[in-house]
């Protein structure tokens, strides 16, 4: 199957930091990444859908200046954590779509996840 | 909010018992997917059905949707202790002015298989 790599696995840093998170597609191009930030023993909240070449789409209540996003190949996606504080400390998840495939693929590919915490 | 809403929460069986999940939901749909999610580590992909479908089988898994109800079962046959993880549903809703290609999670099921 499709793999999504994300980079990296874990991050700690310091509060008012700028973390950045990648997530790439090895196998396949993905027209559309999303991200995901999860709480623990909690469901994946979708933050922010992300196309090639275009702006993100943002979903209510994702602060778009504090979570940057760019989409700049049909590989890669990154998400910059701005000035981060432990407010923001989750399980960060990416996906992966190919929405060109007839039909659309449903099958949507995730990356293994980011740790993030912030001291 | 969410579109999906698994039942029950947590379930703890023994090895070799069948384990069964639900899922409700709220919005027409496409499809339906079942999610696995071990502690800490991102989304493996299960099985898709589709909203024409009624039943599906996969090796161990036997996943049903009824549309009428707007639920899904996913059910587990002979577990193993290697089953223990969080069990996610998922669906992209059809009749929403949503993202193309977004998908709705419900909350999980935390299945524990003891040995």
């Known amino acids: 199957g499709a793999v999504v790599s994300q980079h990296p696995s874990w991050v700690i840093c310091k509060s008012g930091t700028s973390v950045k998170i990648e997530c790439r597609s090895l196998d396949f191009q993905a027209t559309t990444m999303f991200w995901y930030r999860q709480f623990p023993k909690q469901s994946l909240m979708l933050m922010a859908t992300s196309n090639e070449g275009s702006k993100a789409t943002y979903e209510q209540g994702v602060e778009k200046d504090k979570f940057l996003i760019n989409h700049a190949s049909l590989t890669l996606s990154t998400l910059t954590v701005t000035s981060a504080h432990p407010e923001d400390s989750s399980f960060y998840i990416c996906?992966?779509?190919?929405?060109?495939?007839?039909?659309?693929?449903?099958?949507?590919?995730f990356g293994p996840g980011t740790r993030l915490t912030v001291l | 909010s969410q579109q999906g809403e698994e039942d029950p929460q947590a379930l703890s069986i023994q090895e070799g018992e069948n384990a069964t999940m639900n899922c409700s939901y709220k919005t027409s749909i496409n499809n339906l997917q079942w999610y696995r999610q071990n502690s800490g580590r991102g989304l493996v992909h299960l099985i898709l059905i589709r909203s024409n479908e009624r039943e599906k089988h996969s090796g161990r898994l036997r996943v049903t949707l009824d549309t009428s109800k707007k639920s899904s079962s996913l059910l587990i046959t002979a577990s193993r202790a290697a089953d223990t993880a969080s069990y996610f549903c998922?669906?992209?809703?059809?009749?929403?002015?949503?993202?193309?290609?977004?998908?709705?999670f419900g909350r999980g099921t935390q299945l524990t298989v003891w040995p």
């Open positions: 996906s992966a779509r190919d929405l060109r495939l007839a039909g659309h693929s449903y099958t949507q590919y």
């Open positions: 998922a669906t992209d809703a059809i009749d929403r002015g949503s993202t193309l290609g977004r998908l709705y």
